[in-house]
Nanobody
Framework: QVQLVESGGGVVQPGGSLRLSCVVS????????IYWVRQAPGKGLEWVSSIHMDTGKTSIADALKDRFTISRDNPKRTAYLQMSSLKAEDTAVYYCATDPRGRVRGQGTQVTVSS
């Protein structure tokens, strides 16, 4: 059974940074992509970033490329989302998922950007 557990969210001021973590279990992992998606209040799920756990190939939404980076640590079975220069519009629940639409995802971690 696939398990995805996110952590690292919190309240941060505009311009601040956070690093989210996603610990993965229950599937091959190295042969798969891991995705970060987010859901802002009152909106649908939005794809943020992807990483292939074997090759390290990454993809990030164009609007976020200059502020967000994705990485992974295979021995720890963990994917990370490093977010910097955070803005109020980044406020959302962030999920890691096994598909870009977030159909199979963890419980999420709340990120609130507020002064």
């Amino acid at each position: 059974q696939v398990q995805l557990v996110e952590s690292g969210g919190g309240v941060v001021q505009p311009g601040g940074s956070l690093r989210l973590s996603c610990v993965v279990s229950g599937f091959a992992f190295r042969d798969d992509w891991i995705y970060w998606v987010r859901q802002a209040p009152g909106k649908g799920l939005e794809w943020v970033s992807s990483i292939h756990m074997d090759t390290g190939k990454t993809s990030i939404a164009d609007a976020l490329k200059d502020r967000f980076t994705i990485s992974r640590d295979n021995p720890k079975r963990t994917a990370y989302l490093q977010m910097s220069s955070l803005k109020a519009e980044d406020t959302a629940v962030y999920y890691c998922a096994t598909d870009p639409r977030g159909r199979v995802r963890g419980q999420g971690t709340q990120v609130t950007v507020s002064s």
